[in-house]
């Protein structure tokens, strides 16, 4: 099988890193990749969708697979089937879920999916109006995507107010923040579920935790994650069953009555209120660290996973899980999230521990290459660390272990991954 996978973070690097290991798989290309891909696969440099639908086809390849949200948003998966080909994630219309919280709410409610109460408005006085009615603190969420930056927790009513106000006069998100939502904050502990979709049935991944502040103790700004672990022991067999009968299973039947099918990851952000869970948000793609994580532990080769959920076969997929734990530690460039770094060169001593060797690797992310096969951390989040082991403080170790072999000018870490679980 060849498979095309589109993206250039330590995600699709993971996703490529479980189909190399996969005997089904033949040829590997990441559109456009990053510095390290190009040692799983080939990177290509095609930017337009149609373009690479028919590299696709040139290229016989079996398999398409998008990783991030923008390339689904924009329609990637309605261009690669029109022209016949098999791709793995959601139609331009199904990841409106993502694409748009004001329709992912409105669907939540029309389908009674629970969820924070909440208004969507385009209007201030409304916005303001609800706002009162709330007790601080108070969510404030703009329509469109912004790079994981649209979401407000204000501390008060005024700080509300004027989030709204930023948001609605375009000022802080352009044409993203036309419209709002306010929502009532939620307080419970957060979980990140994945389930693989055929647009009828899907399988659930085992629950993660990602860790989105930058610093330990979960303090400083919002990042994209700094380090993910599972399975959590936050979540037991009761908990799955909610989530399958009360979120999942409604969302495919609500699609399916809506006319867009859910096929793809389906990205559940999940709060845990007094043992209920509420959902927070939809995402149409695998959570970044999150992936990094659950590919290790998919013991079902990733070729037909991916495949059978791409071609409506996933009531045939047996799937299995290894029994192990994972955790992946983020590094991060210096200026991260802010700004972005210079290249710094990225030094990886060798592991002479065996057991080290033989339980952790790195998931490369924003890094760049040179002709010798150099390595640079290019900004952003560089790599992820992971860990497998047989209890999460054994994952956590040795992934910690990893993390000290690793070195590139400012690297930034949490040191404190996984610690709601320990
Ligand atoms: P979202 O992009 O909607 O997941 O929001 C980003 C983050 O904001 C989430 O991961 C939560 O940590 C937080 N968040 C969003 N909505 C709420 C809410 N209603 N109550 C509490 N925290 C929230
Ligand atoms: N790690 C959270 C996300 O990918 O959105």
């Known amino acids: 099988m060849?498979?095309?996978?589109?993206?250039?973070?330590?995600?699709?690097?993971?996703?490529?890193?479980?189909?190399?290991?996969?005997?089904?798989?033949?040829?590997?290309?990441?559109?456009?990749?990053?510095g390290a891909t190009n040692e799983l696969g080939e990177n290509l440099s095609i930017k337009d969708y149609h373009d690479l639908a028919d590299f696709a086809i040139a290229n016989n390849i079996d398999l398409t697979i998008v990783g991030p949200e923008a390339p689904l948003v924009d329609g990637v998966v309605?261009?690669?089937?029109?022209?016949?080909?098999?791709?793995?994630?959601?139609?331009?219309?199904?990841?409106?879920?993502?694409?748009s919280k004001v329709y992912m709410k409105n669907f939540l409610a029309k389908y009674e999916i629970p969820t924070a109460r909440y208004i969507e408005t385009g209007l201030i006085e409304e916005a303001f109006k609800?706002?009162?009615?709330l007790e601080a603190p108070i969510v404030v969420k703009a329509d469109g995507l912004c790079g994981g930056k649209g979401v407000i927790i204000a501390m008060s009513h005024d700080e509300a107010k004027k989030a709204v106000s930023e948001m609605l006069s375009g000022k802080s998100f352009g044409d993203a923040g036309k419209k709002v939502i306010v929502e009532e904050f939620l307080d419970g502990y957060e979980l990140s579920m994945f389930a693989i979709c055929d647009g009828d049935d899907f399988i659930l991944?085992?629950?993660?935790?990602?860790?989105k502040r930058l610093l330990d103790g979960d303090q400083g700004p919002n990042t994209g994650g700094m380090?993910?672990?599972?399975?959590?022991?936050?979540?037991?067999?009761?908990?799955?069953?909610?989530?399958?009968?009360?979120?999942?299973r409604p969302t495919l039947n609500g699609m399916k009555a809506e006319g867009a099918p859910f096929e793809g990851v389906l990205f559940i952000g999940i709060m845990v209120v007094n043992g209920?869970?509420?959902?927070?948000?939809?995402?149409?793609?695998?959570?970044?660290?999150?992936?990094?994580?659950?590919?290790?532990?998919l013991k079902t080769p990733a070729s037909e996973l991916f495949y059978k959920a791409a071609t409506k076969q996933l009531d045939t997929l047996n799937v299995e899980f290894s029994d192990e734990y994972a955790v992946g530690v983020v590094m991060a460039s210096k200026d991260y999230p802010?700004?972005?770094?210079?290249?710094?060169?990225?030094?990886?001593?060798?592991?002479?521990?065996?057991?080290?060797?033989?339980?952790?690797?790195?998931?490369?992310?924003?890094?760049?290459s040179d002709d010798e096969g150099k390595l640079y951390a290019d900004g952003g989040r560089v790599l992820v660390c992971v860990g497998l082991g047989e209890s999460i403080?054994?994952?956590?170790?040795?992934?910690?272990?990893?993390?000290?072999?690793?070195?590139?000018?400012?690297?930034?870490?949490?040191?404190?991954?996984?610690?709601?679980?320990?």
Request: include cysteine; glycine fraction near 8%.
């Open 130 to 133: 609800f706002i009162m009615t």
């Open 338 to 368: 802010y700004s972005s770094t210079p290249p710094a060169e990225i030094v990886v001593d060798e592991i002479v521990h065996e057991d080290i060797r033989a339980n952790t690797h790195i998931s490369y992310a924003g890094v760049s």
């Open 2 to 34: 060849n498979i095309l996978i589109l993206g250039s973070g330590g995600r699709e690097y993971s996703i490529g890193r479980a189909l190399k290991k996969d005997e089904a798989v033949d040829k590997l290309y990441f559109a456009p990749g990053n």
């Open 78 to 99: 309605d261009i690669f089937k029109a022209k016949g080909l098999t791709i793995f994630g959601p139609s331009k219309e199904a990841a409106q879920l993502e694409g």
């Open 276 to 297: 209920e869970p509420i959902t927070l948000e939809f995402n149409v793609r695998f959570g970044d660290p999150e992936c990094e994580i659950l590919m290790p532990l």
């Open 227 to 248: 380090g993910a672990y599972a399975p959590t022991p936050l979540v037991d067999d009761a908990l799955y069953e909610k989530v399958k009968d009360r979120v999942i």
């Open 205 to 211: 991944l085992q629950a993660a935790q990602d860790h």
């Open 393 to 422: 403080q054994k994952a956590r170790d040795r992934a910690y272990a990893l993390c000290g072999q690793v070195h590139f000018a400012g690297k930034k870490l949490r040191t404190d991954i996984a610690y709601q679980a320990l």
